[in-house]
C-alpha cells in the first residue's frame, strides 16, 4: 500500500514564463496530507488556487488554473514531476501568473525535488480504478481510458513535417520510468508560429534553451534532440502532469491520437460524469522506487 507523500525540505525556483516572458519566482513547500496541490499566488493577496479539473480555465497551447478572477498557466511540466514522483501533497507560492519553463522538460523539477527529499505520510493513497472505458472524440483527434492493473498512457502524434510525422510511443507510468524516458523530454513548437503566438501574447519567453524548435525542414536546435522520439514523449509528459488534475492517480490506460491539452481535460470530466465507469480503491500500488528514493523518504 502506497502511503501519500510530501516533500522534506523547501524548494526555491526562479525562471523565465514561457508565454508571459517575465521572471517568475517561485517556492514549493511541504503540506499536511490530503491537501494535494495548491498554487499560491502571492502577488495576488495569496489567492489559492487548487491543482484540479475543476480550476481549469484554459487549454491554449498549455494548461491554465484559475480561482477569484487570478490565473496560473504552464502548470503541466511541474505537476508531471510531482505526478512523477508520487508527490501528493505541496504548497506552491508564486509571484507571477505562469509557472517557470525552465528547459522545457520536467527534469529541473524532478532534480530539484529529489535532492529536497521526499517524505512519507501516515495516510494511504486512494486511486480511482477504470472499470469501463470511455472516450472523447474530435474530429481526427481521440482520447480514452480503458481499465489496466496500473497507470498506462499509449500516444500518437502525427506532423507534416520533413524533421519528424508519425511518433507512437506506449510506456507503463513508474517513477522509473518517468524519471529515465519522459521527464527529459522537452517541449517543442513550430518557427513559422512564432509570430502568430506573440501576436496573441504567448510565447515571448520562448527561446532555444527552453524548446525545441522546428524550422521549415530541420530541428533549428542544432538538430541536437534527447530522444529520437522526444515528440511524443513529451506529449506523454505533458498528459502525466494534465491528468493528475483529476485529483487521484488513475488505475487504466489512457490511449491517445493527436491529442493535446484540451482533450486531456474533457476526458478528465467525462470520467467525472460518468461514475459508473470507475471506483475508488485503496489497495496496494505496485510502484518502482527511483535509485536513492527510499533513502529520502
Known amino acids: 500500500m502506497r502511503l501519500q507523500n510530501t516533500i522534506k525540505n523547501e524548494i526555491l525556483v526562479s525562471g523565465l514564463g514561457l508565454h508571459t516572458g ?12 490530503d491537501t494535494g496541490v495548491e498554487f499560491i499566488r502571492t502577488d495576488k493577496g495569496n489567492v489559492r488556487i487548487k491543482a484540479n479539473v475543476c ?10 488554473l484559475a480561482a477569484e478572477g487570478v490565473k496560473v498557466g504552464t502548470v503541466e511540466h511541474l505537476l508531471a514531476a510531482l505526478a512523477g514522483l508520487h508527490i501528493d501533497n505541496v504548497f506552491v507560492e508564486i509571484d507571477g501568473p505562469e509557472v517557470p519553463i525552465m528547459d522545457g522538460s520536467s527534469l529541473p523539477y524532478i532534480s530539484k525535488i529529489l535532492d529536497a527529499g521526499i517524505a512519507k505520510q501516515a495516510k494511504a493513497v486512494n ?5 469501463e472505458p470511455i472516450a472523447v472524440t474530435e474530429g481526427p483527434c481521440q482520447i480514452a481510458v480503458t481499465p ?16 519528424f510525422g508519425e511518433q507512437k510511443m506506449g510506456i507503463d507510468i513508474t ?18 508560429d512564432v509570430e502568430m503566438l506573440k501576436s496573441k501574447g504567448l510565447a515571448r519567453g520562448g527561446s532555444l534553451d527552453n524548446a525545441i524548435v522546428l524550422g521549415d525542414k530541420e530541428v533549428i536546435n542544432g538538430g541536437k534532440l534527447r530522444f529520437k522520439d522526444e515528440f511524443v514523449r ?31 481535460v474533457k476526458l478528465l470530466r467525462k470520467i467525472l460524469l460518468n461514475r459508473n465507469a470507475w471506483e475508488i480503491s485503496s489497495e496496494p500500488m505496485v510502484i518502482t522506487p527511483a535509485p536513492g528514493l527510499a533513502a529520502q523518504v
Open 22 to 33: 517575465r521572471v517568475i519566482n517561485m517556492k514549493l513547500m511541504p503540506a499536511p496530507r
Open 175 to 192: 517513477t522509473m520510468n518517468f524519471i529515465n524516458e519522459l521527464a527529459p523530454a522537452r517541449t517543442f513548437g513550430f518557427l513559422r
Open 127 to 131: 486511486f480511482i480504478r477504470i472499470l
Open 148 to 163: 489496466y492493473e496500473g497507470t498506462r498512457i499509449t500516444y500518437r502524434v502525427f506532423y507534416t513535417h520533413p524533421a
Open 234 to 264: 513529451h506529449k506523454i509528459l505533458d498528459a502525466v502532469g494534465d491528468i493528475s488534475l483529476i485529483g487521484l492517480p488513475i488505475y487504466g490506460h489512457i490511449i491517445a491520437n493527436k491529442s493535446g491539452h484540451t482533450l486531456h
Open 55 to 64: 480550476f481549469v480555465s484554459d487549454t491554449t497551447f498549455a494548461t491554465t
